[in-house]
């Protein structure tokens, strides 16, 4: 058994899962197994394939892990001879042969990074009206801080989150949410020992209405109640291009970087965040000459 660390960009992917028709990261990953001669033409999947986790279409990951019965010469920079440049292997290490990807995770950790610049500093934060709805004094986007914060304490902690998941069952957690400001974006932080479907996205996205005073925190005490929230008031989920998972724990894998193909990872990433760095630049130059016409 040996696991693996990857890294991918999934714009251009439906989700993490093989699904028929759509590309998707782990099809992929299949499909360079099976030009390897590591997978069988017939074969479902490798033996005692698992991965940490299933991200959903447009996820990225900086260290989503799988582990499979592999031949000693399949190292990193070789899974990465066969896989496209948009999914990397960087790291690799030895496991025991009852290792599983998704039960023996001990923690997961996703990073979302929000756009939302700060108030300005002379005009009041939204506050809650005597009616218990939150007044949006901030233009579009804008967060303030503390209340974006204080709705990530509320999101902490042992919850029933069933009115923030598709799931019907298994939807008691105990996430960790802590952010920090960087400029015009918000850095979300969650952790967990494992995730319901679209939980993280619809943390983020209630953490930002609170944030930006389109909702209150007795908003987040209704979500987590054991009643349903009617259909009008459920939370959607978040964007999904701006989460990332960025780490899963195990308790007894030590993970050997391959420098080699590391250095591939780098190159690839760098080169993605100067194209979107531009695209960003002429969309606005775009945005700002519509406007001054």
């Not at 996205?201 to 209630?206: A, G, I, K």
């Amino acid at each position: 058994m040996r696991a693996f660390r990857l890294a991918y960009d999934g714009t251009d992917y439906y989700g993490f899962q093989r699904q028929p028709d759509v590309p998707t990261v782990e099809g992929a990953m299949f499909d360079a197994l099976r030009a390897l001669d590591v997978l069988a033409p017939d074969a479902d999947k490798p033996a005692g394939y698992a991965a940490a986790g299933r991200t959903d279409a447009g996820v990225s990951a900086l260290a989503q892990t799988v582990a499979f019965e592999a031949p000693d010469w399949l190292t990193p920079r070789a899974f990465n001879g066969q896989l496209p440049a948009d999914i990397r292997a960087w790291a690799a290490a030895d496991a025991p042969d009852e290792f599983h990807a998704t039960h023996h995770a001990r923690e997961r950790e996703y990073t979302y990074y929000l756009y939302a610049p700060p108030a300005n500093d002379d005009e009041p934060p939204a506050s809650d009206t005597d009616e218990g709805h939150a007044a949006t004094t901030a233009t579009a986007h804008t967060v303030d801080d503390d209340r974006f914060q204080a709705a990530c304490d509320a999101l902490s902690g042992s919850h029933d989150f069933h009115n923030l998941t598709p799931d019907d069952r298994n939807t008691e957690r105990s996430p960790v949410l802590e952010s920090t400001r960087d400029g015009q974006f918000l850095i979300l932080t969650v952790t967990a020992g494992g995730f319901c479907r679209e939980l993280v996205r619809r943390l983020v996205s209630l953490a930002q209405d609170v944030g930006t005073g389109e909702a209150d925190l007795r908003t987040i005490e209704r979500a987590l109640e054991s009643d349903p929230l009617p259909g009008h008031e459920g939370i959607a989920p978040a964007p999904p291009e701006p989460l990332v998972l960025t780490d899963v724990e195990y308790a007894e894998l030590e993970f050997a970087v391959d420098e080699e193909a590391a250095e591939s990872a780098r190159a690839v990433f760098e080169q993605r965040r100067r194209e979107r760095v531009t695209g960003a630049r002429v969309a606005g130059r775009v945005a700002e000459g519509v406007r001054e016409r």
